[in-house]
């Protein structure tokens, strides 16, 4: 089963709009981490920010976690075509990673 | 440089049948960890090896199982295939000795198996 849920499912968007995407998960982490998947692809890795950090930054890329709440978001500024993918967060603990649900993302040009 | 990379990219098989998928990591890399993507859903962890041991295992049944060889690459082993079983199967691998979820994990573009 997923460890937690993404919201929106779905965000379809301008291009050149941002896209904040949300998450929650329901145990203790050790980091949570975002991944991109384009159709038919494996996943890439985003960003990583462990649990004691707050807010971390990567380009376009900004996402905070709140532990207390159990969430996280990623922001990703000024967006792109080529930025149309799924956006998973993923939980992490020291041997595995739980993912969630995603969230499909489509840019429109 | 080589990332991690899976074969066969496609396989068809009957219910019952048996499937071995495998997995060479990126270069440097010591800890692959093996996910199950169900159509329109996140992956699913299913175990992880490292030093040749399945260190972590999630939810999955005794039907999967795997094997870690000393050059780090790695097989994903499926008995008695069920309808269920279709999914993308991704490889991921990263480095730090076995703590595979407090590092980035690089994943391979993975094996799509459709049982018929």
């Known amino acids: 089963s997923q460890q937690g849920e993404e919201d929106p499912q779905a965000l379809s968007i301008q291009e050149g709009e941002n896209a904040t995407m949300n998450c929650s998960y329901k145990?203790?982490?050790?980091?949570l981490q975002w991944y991109r998947q384009n159709s038919g692809r494996g996943l890439v890795h985003l960003i990583l920010?462990?649990?004691?950090?707050r807010e971390k930054h990567s380009g376009r890329l900004r996402v905070t976690l709140d532990t207390s709440k159990k969430s996280s978001s990623l922001l990703i500024t000024a967006s792109r075509a080529a930025d149309t993918a799924s956006y998973f967060c993923?939980?992490?603990?020291?041997?595995?990673?739980?993912f969630g649900s995603g969230t499909q993302l489509t840019v429109l040009p | 440089d080589a990332g991690v990379t899976q074969s066969p990219t496609h396989l068809i098989k009957t219910r019952g049948q048996q499937v071995t998928l495998r997995c060479s990591p990126k270069?440097?890399?010591?800890?692959v960890s093996w996910y199950q993507q169900a159509l329109g859903q996140g992956p699913q962890f299913i175990f992880q090896?490292?030093?040749?041991?399945?260190?972590q295992r999630g939810n999955f049944p005794d039907r999967f199982s795997g094997h870690q060889f000393p050059n780090y690459s790695s097989e994903l082993n499926v008995n008695a295939l069920l309808l269920g079983d279709s999914a993308l199967y991704l490889c991921?691998?990263?480095?730090?000795?076995?703590?595979?979820?407090?590092?980035?994990?690089?994943f391979g573009d993975g094996t799509r198996l459709s049982i018929l």
């Open positions: 090896y490292y030093e040749e041991e399945e260190r």
């Open positions: 993923a939980s992490g603990s020291a041997r595995q990673l739980t």
């Open positions: 145990t203790s982490i050790n980091n």
């Open positions: 270069s440097g890399h010591d800890t």
């Open positions: 991921a691998s990263s480095g730090g000795g076995g703590t595979g979820g407090n590092q980035p994990q690089h």
């Open positions: 920010i462990r649990s004691n950090e």
